[in-house]
């Protein structure tokens, strides 16, 4: 088993949609969750980050953890074209990261 | 320049080709990543420099030769390369901190890689 599941899709949803986008992982230490998202041609940019379990919103962003079914989602409200890229999942127990494969999504308008 | 920079940012190269990747940070960070990219793949860490010490090797093979001559710097030398080493690869620096807190890594743009 992988320590960090991630579905690579390729996702596309119309603009205006809810996106969800999900991670498992199968170490119980990790304590620190991570959404980068990367668009083409560059390296990745941390979006949210979020310590132990619980909700984190910013803008039209929300990611949750839940750590006893170790399961990590985000959210995206309100999709726009511009929110086209690569969303990675990254999760640490405090000194190492461990990687999704990231799921690419794209925006229709 | 500001943040992470790395130069070239697409190499192709034979198998039998040397060539060196250049990361240079910006930030002020005293701890550097080398990490490996291939498509529908984790990130893989291939390196860690902490304060110009090199504190993490993943099994990486000797082709793959890094170099940290300060703080800021990073380079990744190659040599005798396989098709299978084509990727993008990802330099990245944070601010390390003891005590196995979390910091956040910030990324470069990449170097795409192609080995004939």
């Known amino acids: 088993q992988k320590e960090v599941e991630q579905d690579p899709g390729p996702l596309s949803v119309p603009e205006g949609a809810i996106v969800s986008l999900n991670c498992t992982y199968s170490n119980s230490a990790f304590q620190y969750f991570m959404w980068y998202r990367q668009y083409s041609r560059k390296g990745p940019e941390l979006l949210m980050y979020t310590y132990s379990s619980g909700n984190k919103e910013d803008g039209r962003f929300t990611a949750q953890v839940d750590k006893s079914s170790k399961y990590i989602s985000l959210f995206i409200r309100d999709s726009q074209p511009s929110d086209s890229a690569t969303y990675l999942c990254a999760m640490s127990p405090g000194d190492d990261m461990r990687f999704g494969a990231g799921t690419r999504l794209t925006v229709k308008p | 320049e500001t943040g992470v920079t790395q130069t070239p940012r697409h190499l192709v190269m034979g198998m039998t080709n040397k060539k060196s990747l250049k990361c240079e940070q910006h930030?002020?960070?005293?701890?550097m990543y080398w990490y490996k990219q291939s498509a529908k793949k984790p990130l893989e860490l291939m390196f860690v420099?902490?304060?110009?010490?090199?504190?993490e090797n993943n099994s990486v093979p000797s082709r793959f030769s890094p170099e940290c001559p300060n703080s800021s710097h990073l380079f990744l030398h190659l040599h005798t390369l396989q098709p299978e080493d084509s990727a993008l690869y990802l330099c990245?620096?944070?601010?390390?901190?003891?005590?196995?807190?979390?910091?956040?890594?910030?990324f470069g743009p990449g170097t795409r890689l192609t080995v004939l």
């Open positions: 990245a620096s944070s601010q390390d901190v003891p005590g196995g807190q979390y910091n956040e890594q910030f």
């Open positions: 930030l002020g960070h005293n701890a």
């Open positions: 420099y902490s304060l110009e010490e090199r504190v």
